[in-house]
């Protein structure tokens, strides 16, 4: 297996290098302080290209391949999380079932803007009474005058209450309520429809300036050109985009992890005590040996599922797999980078600590931990 990064993919990789340096380190802190979606920073990075990542240029995008938005976001995470969040999102879940599943029409109506860097997407699957079980959903659509009228309550919806936010791309129950045989459709619901309302952004642990919020439909009506894809694979659907966004959440916690590896070496050989650097001690060595050896052991494992998309192979178990081991590791590496810190990794103001914060959620978004075990057991035949 090669995962060496072709001509296009490396450039490519520069550029979000240096944008991540140059703009996102210094300008994004403050947008984390103050919980504020920085979209000047989305704004400009759309300038770049990079809001169509995995868009064909035919649509607006450049057409990067996965591994080559693996090897981009490795750079964009390493900057900061909440951006990286918002971005990924917007490339993965918010942009892809328009590109994948959308008609002509609508990809030219509203796949274009968000490829092109003008609006940002959001994914609205997740409801108050439904997360892990997708089928559990209850906003419903039903048939009304040559369109449809939806009715229910998303949550954690991230991308939707932003000023480049364009609406959001949900899932819905239609047919007969009571039907042992629920099916389901996705619709575009654009921001200023009537009956469509949003709560305030929600305060997480972490990721301060990713905007998530609670999403309110009451009697909202769409012509019957805002369905996207099947009428009756809406479901289907969801899944197979939230395959892509497992791969980008195991690659923003390779990016976490190569961020506090970082800072807890250079620590390391900075703090003195008992009259030499802690990084003499065999302590703080092995922390710092283990982090880096499953990093590698990570990056192969989400490498691997990327190009398995990109060669148009099966990628679902190692999406998951990929995830599930990323996330964990970025998990406990951010709580080891801490323990390096001492007193001052707990402290907010060092970076360490905001990423400390940012890591719980990889293990929760887009499929718990827990149900990637479930999808990587079915895979082997459980
Ligand atoms: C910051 C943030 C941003 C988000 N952005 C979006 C977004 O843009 N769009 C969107 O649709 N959603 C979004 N989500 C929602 C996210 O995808 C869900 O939180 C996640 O899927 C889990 O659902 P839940 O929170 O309802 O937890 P639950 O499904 O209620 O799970 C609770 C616990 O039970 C466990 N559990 C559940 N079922 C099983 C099972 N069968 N076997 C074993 N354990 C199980 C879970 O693993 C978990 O530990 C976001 C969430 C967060 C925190």
Redesign the pocket.
């Known amino acids: 297996m090669d995962f060496s990064l072709t001509e296009p993919e490396r450039e490519l990789a520069e550029l979000c290098r240096d944008f991540a340096q140059k703009e996102i380190a210094t300008r994004a802190p403050a947008a984390w302080e103050e919980a504020r979606c920085p979209t000047d920073l989305l704004r400009e990075m759309g300038e770049l290209g990079l809001l169509g990542m995995l868009v064909p240029e035919e649509w607006g995008g450049i057409g990067m391949s996965t591994v080559g938005f693996v090897a981009a976001m490795e750079q964009i995470g390493l900057a900061d999380q909440s951006v990286a969040a918002a971005w990924q ?1 917007h490339v993965t ?1 918010g942009s892809l079932p328009l590109f994948l599943f959308g008609n002509d029409e609508q990809r030219d109506r509203w796949l274009r803007p968000l490829a092109e860097g003008r609006t940002l997407g ?5 409801e108050p009474d439904a ?3 997708a089928r559990g959903i209850r906003t419903r659509a039903e048939r009304r005058d040559d369109g449809w009228l939806i009715n229910g309550r998303k949550t ?3 991308n939707a209450g932003t000023d480049m936010s364009f609406g959001v791309t949900l899932l819905a129950r239609t047919g007969p309520a009571d039907s042992q045989a629920p099916r389901y459709a996705s619709f575009v619901v654009e921001k200023d429809t009537p009956g469509f309302t949003m709560g305030a952004k929600m305060r ?1 642990i972490g ?1 301060k300036g ?1 905007d ?1 919020r609670e999403l309110y439909f009451d009697d909202v009506w769409v012509p019957d050109d805002h369905l996207v894809g099947d009428p009756d694979l809406g479901l289907g659907q969801f899944l197979r985009t939230l395959e892509v966004g497992r791969i980008s959440i195991a690659a923003l916690s390779l990016s976490l992890t190569q961020a506090v590896l970082d800072l807890a070496m250079d620590y390391a050989r900075d703090r003195v005590q008992f009259g030499q650097p802690i990084s003499k001690f065999q302590a703080v060595q092995f922390k710092l040996a283990d982090i880096a050896t499953e990093l590698e052991a990570a990056r192969w494992l989400t490498y691997r599922a990327a190009s398995l998309r990109d060669a148009g192979q099966p990628f679902q178990k190692e999406a998951a797999m990929a995830k599930l081991k990323a996330s964990r590791l970025a998990a406990w590496a951010a709580s080891e980078a801490v323990q390096i810190h001492g007193g001052v990794g707990y402290m907010l103001e060092s970076p360490v600590a905001r990423f400390y914060c940012d890591a719980k ?1 990889l293990e ?5 931990n ?2 990637q075990h ?1 999808v990587i057991a079915r895979a082997l035949g459980c």
């Open positions: 999102a879940i959001a994914f609205g699957l997740t997360g892990s079980d954690f919806i991230s997480g990721w990713l998530t959620v929760i978004g887009e499929g718990t827990e149900i479930l």
